[in-house]
């Protein structure tokens, strides 16, 4: 099967720009989920989906990120207006059950963003 | 608050020798471990992970992980390392009522010929 689909795959921008960025999930998996992992350290959930609704969202600054799952299939992370300390990269990640804590997840490649 | 520390930063070992990657989590509740390995240029891939049952964990590509509940720990193992396992390797948690993946820094193990 297909596995999870991100693009763009690096993108560089000036701060106070704006971006977007893609994420296909696996067919049939109804959880997403968006991360955020800053150089040497591990990746931090910014939002997780379940379809098309939000589950968590607490860790999403939420005055300059936004992030959408119309049709609960694909979803944008948007970031406006970027700010140096957002250069990292961004994962998207998708499993197939409720999810919850057990979940495998299913990561894509990534976008390294780096904000000059 | 829960968290995870993976003990170090960068392992390097040679082929085909024995390695251990460390990891230990904070709680006070039930918890579900992982390991995930990513591999230059590709995302995590889930190695193996603890729900319940037997505290010995196998997992994909020979390696294995221990659950020890009153250390607190989960540590990764292998018994002879290839060139191939150079990657990064992240230990994660979550927890029974909630639905956060909490992931460790990441060890860079770097196998050598």
């Known amino acids: 099967e297909a596995g999870v689909a991100q ?20 067919s049939g998996h109804a959880t997403l989920y968006w991360y955020q992992q800053i150089l040497g350290q591990g990746p931090k959930l910014l939002i997780q989906f379940q379809n098309n609704g ?15 799952r119309l049709k ?10 970027a700010k140096l300390e957002d250069s990292a990269v961004y994962l998207c990640a998708s499993s197939s059950t409720l999810g919850t804590h057990t979940d495998t997840q299913y990561f894509g490649p990534g976008t390294r963003l780096t904000v000059l | 608050a829960q968290s995870v520390t993976q ?17 230990n989590y904070s709680s006070s509740v039930s918890v579900y ?7 230059p240029n590709q995302g995590l891939q889930l190695l193996l992970k603890y729900l319940s ?5 196998k997992g994909i590509n020979g390696f294995e992980a221990e659950f020890n509940k009153s250390q607190t720990s ?3 193992r292998k018994p002879s390392v290839h060139i191939s396992d150079t990657a990064e390797y992240f230990c994660a948690v979550s927890y029974t009522g ?8 990441g060890t860079r193990l770097f196998v050598k010929a």
Do not use: M
């Open chain 2, 74 to 76: 989960f540590h990764l």
């Open chain 1, 7 to 26: 693009s763009p795959r690096y993108k560089i921008i000036e701060k106070r720009q704006s971006v977007a960025f893609w994420c296909n999930p696996i």
């Open chain 1, 54 to 68: 939000v589950v968590d969202d607490s860790q999403l600054p939420k005055d300059r990120f936004s992030a959408e």
């Open chain 2, 53 to 57: 049952g037997s505290t010995l964990v």
């Open chain 2, 33 to 39: 471990l992982f390991w995930y390995v990513q591999y």
């Open chain 2, 7 to 23: 003990l170090d930063s960068q392992v390097p070992v040679f082929e085909e020798a024995p390695v251990e990657l460390r990891c």
């Open chain 2, 98 to 105: 909630g639905f956060k993946t909490i992931f460790g820094a």
């Open chain 1, 72 to 81: 609960g299939v694909d979803s944008t992370l948007k970031i406006q207006p």
